[in-house]
Structure formats: C-alpha cells, structure tokens
C-alpha cells in the first residue's frame, strides 16, 4: 500500500502528522516540539515528497531515502520533521495489525514506574520540596529530578547559593528512600561540575545530568570519571556517529535519547541498540506531555536495557500551557506512581479533535 497523503495539524509548539495509505487506513504522529510550526513548514518541503507513493512498511528505507535526497541537510531540523512522519508510521502499523506499537517492537502493554521531572528554575527551594511531598503522598511518586545551575550558565547559578540550597533542602526534606536526581543542563566546567558532584553525593543525590555542554563531551567525560554516581547525557543528540562515538568512549554512565529529537521510534531502537552493546541503561528524554511521553513510554517498555522508570513533567498550564487538550481521556493518569500502556492499537491515544480544528491545516496529496 502507498502513502498517499501527509497532512499537518500545526501551532506554534506542537504538530500533529496524518499519514493515509491507499485503502484508507491512517495514522497519526507528531513532530518534535518547539517552533513546530517551521518544522511543518520542512515536513512539508523536504520530507512529504519523496514518500508520496512510496510503501509504507519500508521504514529504513524511507528515512535513508530522505537523507539521501536532503544530504545537505543532516541536522536536527530535518529530523525533528522526520520524526512526524515515523510515529505516524508506527501508529498506522499498530492499526493496521490491531496491536499497540509496544507489541509490535517486542514488549507488552503494562505499567511504567514514573520519575517526576520538574523544569523550573525559578521555584524557591522550599516550594519545591513542598510540591515533591505532596506528588509522593498523593500520586505515589517515589522519584524526583529537580534543576541545578542556570541553564547553559556558564557556571553560574540560577540566583546565588540556590544550587546548594535546594539539593540540601531536598535531601532534608524528603524520605530517604526517595530517589533524588538533578539536572544541570550543561551549566558547569568539569572543575566546577566535580565539586557540584561531591555535593550532589554527600546528599544523596544519584543522578548528574548534563553536567557541561552537551556539545563538549570531552568534559562530561573528565566528570564521569571523577565521580561515583550516574552522570548522564544525550538527549540533544542525534547524529548515529556522535552515538557511536560517545558509548565507545563511555562518555557517561546512562544514556538519554529523545524519540522526537532523534528522527522518531525507529532510529530511537538502533540507539538503544547501541547503547546495549555497549554495556550502558537507556533512560530516554521525555520533557512533556505531547506524544513524546506516550511514544516513549512503548518504547521504553519494549528495548532491553531501559532504566528504572519514565522521565513525567510534573509542570502543568503554567509552565506548558500548549500541552493543555492534546489529547482525549487521560492518557497520562498517574495511579501508584505509575503510567499505564493499554492494549489499544497504535500509539493507544487520540488526539483531541477541538484541537486539529483549532489548528493551521496544510496537506501534500500523492500525484499519480
């Protein structure tokens, strides 16, 4: 069966992708988030044409297909819109056999442990304690990832004295059996991120992520062998050399993969791969809750060397107010501090009507 129609349901932070094959079957997908609405606009240029009358089974071959075509474009862009057109694929897939795309790529429907990921920075230390306790008591969540540093701050702090503030206060504050884990998205040098580790230890911290730029792994690397505790990376990446590159050299000690900055599912799998043979967990990037978090949550379920649990923005309207009526029934419901994968076909989810409605509408069309 060929795919003949692409179409995009856009805003500025989110696109949705509507793959049709020949006897009618669709699928749905999404682009990654921020400036989705310029990533539509490529999906449409660079992507849409030459899969048009293509099959739709040959995943591989239409990724390779479009980089062949597009080589002079091998970034994080074309990807990104990529991305669309693979989850579309994979949800018509799991349509098409009427099984969840979890089962497709060798696991089962169930529950996923979750880790409640907080993306502020501006929060006072104390607030965020406060707010760790309640999502424990109420929701059940029993691991936590909170902000260090100022993003990308060149070694400065969010506000002075904040970093040590709020890892102590956190240690101080909650149960001890609470996992505690930090984010310094790429803040510190090696020296700095080394004596910012020891602090992170002495408090029970067992989670360094991106202690220096991402784009400098050769100092992540200095602070993952300095260190007894999981230094972790990789989500901005998305390059299969760079992924080759960093497992050999045991840049960090758990790997960080985003589905959607990645290409989409099928590449996500040969990265997971690679990580595997190299030894290393795969606890993938999930920062929000579009179709990242579903799509991850399947994907997680199914490879072989997944972490511990599913990285779950606790940030609601204020923080993400795009991500508010994605999605029909409540796919995201936490019961236990856990995610729940259903047996539904495809991605198991569907994509709130109001919002396609609401939404710029653009479609390439198959010309025979």
Not at 289 to 305: G, P, Q, R
Not at 317 to 327: A, G, I, R, T, V
Request: charged fraction near 25%; aromatic fraction near 12%.
């Amino acid at each position: 069966m060929k795919i003949i129609k692409l179409e995009t349901f856009t805003k500025p932070y989110v696109s949705f992708v509507k793959i049709t094959i020949e006897d009618g079957s669709i699928g749905f997908g999404q682009m990654s988030t921020y400036h989705a609405d310029i990533t539509s606009q490529i999906f449409h240029k660079q992507v849409a044409p030459w899969v048009l009358g293509k099959e739709y089974y040959n995943f591989d071959d239409l990724e390779d297909f479009i980089f062949e075509r597009e080589h002079k474009f091998p970034g994080s862009y074309l990807l990104r819109a990529i991305a669309g057109l693979d989850t579309a694929l994979w949800d018509l897939k799991g349509k098409i056999e009427n099984k969840p795309v979890v089962s497709l790529i060798g696991g089962n429907p169930g529950k996923l442990r979750i880790y409640g990921s907080s993306m502020k920075r501006d929060i006072k230390p104390n607030d965020e304690a406060e707010r760790f306790k309640k999502l424990f008591n109420e929701k059940g969540i029993d691991a936590f990832k909170f902000r260090i540093g100022a993003e990308c701050g060149r070694g400065i702090d969010e506000w002075q004295g904040r970093t040590e503030e709020i890892v102590k206060k956190i240690y101080n504050s909650l149960d001890k059996n609470i996992i505690k884990m930090v984010d310094a998205n790429s803040c510190y040098n090696p020296s700095q991120a080394i004596e910012i580790g020891k602090l992170l230890i002495d408090n029970g911290v067992t989670h360094f992520e991106e202690p220096c730029p991402y784009w400098k792994p050769e100092q992540t690397k200095i602070v993952t062998d300095s260190l007894k505790i999981d230094v972790t990376g990789g989500e901005q990446d998305c390059d299969l050399r760079i992924w080759r590159d960093m497992v050999k050299k045991n840049i960090v000690n758990i790997y960080q993969p985003d589905v959607m900055y990645i290409g989409g599912l099928t590449k996500a799998l040969k990265v997971a791969k690679i990580i595997e043979d190299g030894g290393y967990i795969c606890t993938p990037h999930a920062a929000n809750l579009s179709l990242v978090t579903i799509c991850t949550m399947h994907f997680l379920k199914a490879i072989n060397n997944s972490g511990p649990y599913l990285e779950f923005t606790i940030e609601g309207s204020d923080y993400y107010p795009w991500q508010k009526d994605l999605f029909l029934n409540n796919p995201f419901q936490i019961i236990e501090g856990r995610v729940e994968i259903t047996d539904l076909p495809g991605w198991g989810v569907e994509i709130n009507p109001k919002w396609l409605e609401g939404a710029e509408y653009m479609s390439s069309l198959y010309d025979s």
